[in-house]
Nanobody, 120 residues
Framework: QVQLVESGGDLVQHGGSLRLSCAAS????????WGWYRQAPGKQRELVAR???????NYADAVQGRFAISRDSAKDTVYLQMNSLKPEDTAVYYC??????????????WGQGTQVTVSS
């Protein structure tokens, strides 16, 4: 059973920084794609950033230049460094991974979510 466990959400002031972490556990062969999504109250879940196994990244326009996604393959962990945070970044942040295992093939997994609140 593959699980994604997030950490790092917190209350931070406008202009501050946070780093989110997400670790994958369980038996699998390869993590194809890591991603971070967020969902603010009353809004749909949206992509924030993602990184492929080859290292290619893409970001939502709203966070480009402020957020950085990175991964540590040895630790099966992905990070989201968030700088220059704004109140509109307030949301529950979800870790996502597309993971390949021999018995299941490629499957999408989600973390439980971590709250990020940016005060004005």
């Amino acid at each position: 059973q593959v699980q994604l466990v997030e950490s790092g959400g917190d209350l931070v002031q406008h202009g501050g920084s946070l780093r989110l972490s997400c670790a994958a556990s369980g038996r699998f062969f390869k993590i194809n794609i890591w991603g971070w999504y967020r969902q603010a109250p009353g809004k749909q879940r949206e992509l924030v950033a993602r990184v492929t196994s080859g290292g290619a990244t893409n970001y939502a326009d709203a966070v480009q230049g402020r957020f950085a996604i990175s991964r540590d393959s040895a630790k099966d962990t992905v990070y989201l460094q968030m700088n220059s945070l704004k109140p509109e970044d307030t949301a529950v942040y979800y870790c996502y991974a597309n993971i390949y295992s021999f018995n299941l093939g490629s499957v999408d997994y989600w973390g439980q979510g971590t709250q990020v609140t940016v005060s004005s």
